[in-house]
């Protein structure tokens, strides 16, 4: 899987992509990472990449020849190596599909993408509509650029690889997973089993089923969690789990108590 991320700012991704437990990933190139800044493909002495918008306004914009020149150069890159089909450009925009884990997941199965991180007031309309096949937004709020976005996808689709994770079913058990129906993952608690928060106060222990051995229990603790919170915080995905049929009578008799 390869990922090519075309941004002005390649000194930013540096250290995400020597930290953490991803950077696995990255060092032995099961997902490769090729960074491209379109000023290598401007023109004239201070490689300019941007300027003023047609019909006036605020900002700058950047401009359709460097950004043109810059993926050739990636294609010819991916060509060289026999790339089967050509990678999807995608840029991250306000009015692209909203990331959420169905999306994460089709992408993580696929061979990877050219990501195109905007800046300034945006892209020359003329790019986006010759080469980019797909938009992806984060959420309904504006970014200085693309590379926290990229950054974000990067992350979400590098976790999900085989042997990423030290525990290879780790993220089966994440928020939003179907292995969880969709809703969001229960309570966690490790050492010390008493926490004692500070003088007078009492001292705030681990639930008790957790530290009773009994499987059983806590798996059903845990979903009775889960139901528990999601159904607080984010009961559209009750909804959601319910229409697709993921929800069982237990389940049901579980959010009935809840009220």
């Keep these: 899987m390869r990922f090519d991320i075309i941004t002005l700012f390649p000194e930013l991704f540096a250290p995400f992509l020597a930290s953490g ?13 090729r960074l491209w800044n379109p000023r290598d493909h401007a023109d004239g002495n201070y490689r300019r990449v941007d300027d003023r918008p047609f019909g006036g306004g605020p900002g ?8 043109v020149r810059c993926l050739a150069a990636i294609r010819a890159d991916r060509a060289a190596l026999a790339e089967p089909t050509p990678a999807p450009v995608v840029l991250f925009s306000p009015i692209g599909e909203v990331l959420r884990h169905d999306g994460v997941a089709r992408w993580a199965e696929g ?18 509509d010759t080469h980019v096949d797909a938009q992806i937004s984060l959420g309904d709020f504006v970014l ?11 992350d979400a689709v590098t976790r ?12 089966q058990l994440d928020s939003f997973n179907p292995a969880l129906d969709g809703l969001l993952d229960c309570p966690h608690y490790t050492r010390p089993e008493h926490w004692e928060p500070g003088p007078d106060q009492a001292p705030v222990p681990v639930p008790e089923v957790l530290m009773s051995g009994h499987h059983a229990h806590i798996e059903r603790w845990r979903r009775e969690q889960s139901l528990r919170i999601t159904a607080q915080h984010r009961p ?16 049901e008799a579980v959010l009935a108590r809840l009220g």
């Design 21 to 33: 437990v991803t950077r696995r990933a990255y060092a032995s190139d099961q997902v490769a990472v």
């Design 60 to 67: 700058m914009v950047m401009m359709i020849e460097p950004l």
């Design 111 to 128: 061979p990877g993408a050219i990501l195109l991180c905007g800046r300034y007031e945006g892209i020359d309309q003329r790019f986006i």
């Design 144 to 154: 200085s650029g693309g590379e926290i976005a990229a950054l974000a996808l990067l």
């Design 160 to 171: 999900l690889q085989p042997g990423v994770l030290n525990d290879a079913g780790s993220h």
């Design 236 to 251: 559209e995905l009750i909804q959601a789990a319910r229409a697709a049929g993921r929800l069982s009578r237990s389940d």
